[in-house]
């Protein structure tokens, strides 16, 4: 019996073992569940770029008064009432809406409409344009100054009595104005050409001018006529003398002091227009000038009135080279 026991005993436990096996190979074939796939992360959106900031306008400038002068936007109705300043700024690129009667250089400022005289204009035209800047001349027009901004207007002063004024007037509009390319060039064609001018004349002139009464001024050393000679290295006999007469930069000289000058050449200027005579006519028939040097050794010129007088500025260069080819024809 015991041994019935025993064997029953073990096949229980042998059929326990193939049940335990079946279950275990049953859960081993159940397929494993696949992995949930991973969702790609959605793309960061670039950020936008920052606009760079607008530069500040912001240009402040020393005026022939010595005042500063400061723009924080650039001026797009601009009135000039001298030749000089308009020819200035054209010279740097700019252009005007309003002119005085004798600006008529270059020639589209022509067309423009005028304020009369530039020694009178008319404020009532001005101030009418409502023009952002003004343009006057310093030596002649600074009286103008304080009664335009009375009214409104900004006013910017200019002068040309040396080549440096020339070039820093037309530098200083060409910032003004964005137009420093512009500006740059000129004053490097001015620079460039006055450079290769002859500027050995040592001889002493008397740059010579007439009113109706027919007195007689000398253009001084320190004027822009002056000027003209001066950078051809010629010695001015009306250095020391005082500004006198309606011509500023001009002294009035005698007979007597030009007698006693007696310089080697004599340049003329004549305000009237043609027909009237020329001075470098009329002086060579006054009796006693005839014992004068220059009249003996036909060196007597007779200058551009426009360039040498009533238009100081970029043409500078113009004038003395048409006073040095002046001088070479009556040495030939």
């Known amino acids: ?10 096949l229980l436990l042998l059929l326990s073992v193939f049940v335990s096996c079946g279950e275990s190979s049953s859960m081993d074939s159940e397929p494993t569940a696949a992995p949930e796939p991973t969702v790609a992360p959605e793309p960061t959106a670039a950020p936008e770029p920052t606009a760079a900031p607008e530069p500040v306008y912001d240009v402040t400038v020393i005026d ?6 400061s723009f924080d936007s650039i001026p797009q109705k601009i009135a000039s009432i ?14 005007a809406i309003l002119r005085d009667r004798a600006s008529n250089y270059p020639e589209e400022a022509n067309a423009l409409p005028d304020v009369g005289s530039a020694y009178d204009p008319s404020i009532e035209t001005l101030v009418g344009a409502r023009p952002d800047l003004v343009l006057i001349e310093a030596l002649t027009q600074a009286r103008f100054a304080p009664m335009l901004e009375s009214m409104g207007l900004k006013v910017m002063a200019v002068k040309a009595e040396t080549v440096s004024d020339v070039t ?20 490097e064609d001015i620079q460039t050409r006055l450079m290769a001018l002859e500027s050995s004349d040592s001889r002493s002139v008397l740059i010579l001018i007439s009113d109706q009464d027919r007195n007689l001024y000398a253009a001084r050393p320190e004027s822009y006529t002056g000027l003209i000679a001066t950078t051809l290295g ?3 006999n009306a250095e020391g003398l005082p500004d006198s007469g309606p011509y500023p930069g001009y002294a009035l000289m005698s007979t007597e002091a030009i007698l006693m000058a007696n310089p080697d050449v004599i340049v003329t200027l004549t305000p009237a227009p043609e027909p009237a005579p020329r001075l470098s ?8 000038f005839a014992a004068l040097k220059a009249i003996q050794m036909n060196q007597v010129v007779e200058g551009d009135v426009v360039l040498f007088l009533r238009a100081p500025g970029p043409r500078i260069v113009d004038a003395v080279e048409f006073l040095q080819e002046s001088l070479q024809a009556h040495n030939n």
Do not use: C, H, W
């Open 234 to 236: 010629m010695s001015n």
């Open 168 to 187: 820093t007037y037309i530098s200083d509009l060409g910032s003004i104005l964005e137009s420093s390319d512009t500006a740059s060039e000129k004053i």
């Open 281 to 288: 006519q009329t002086i060579t028939q006054i009796p006693p």
């Open 64 to 69: 022939a008064l010595g005042r500063e002068i």
């Open 82 to 95: 001298s030749p000089t300043a308009t020819e200035m700024l054209y010279a740097a690129g700019g252009s």
């Open 1 to 10: 019996m015991n041994r019935f026991f025993i064997i029953n005993v073990s």
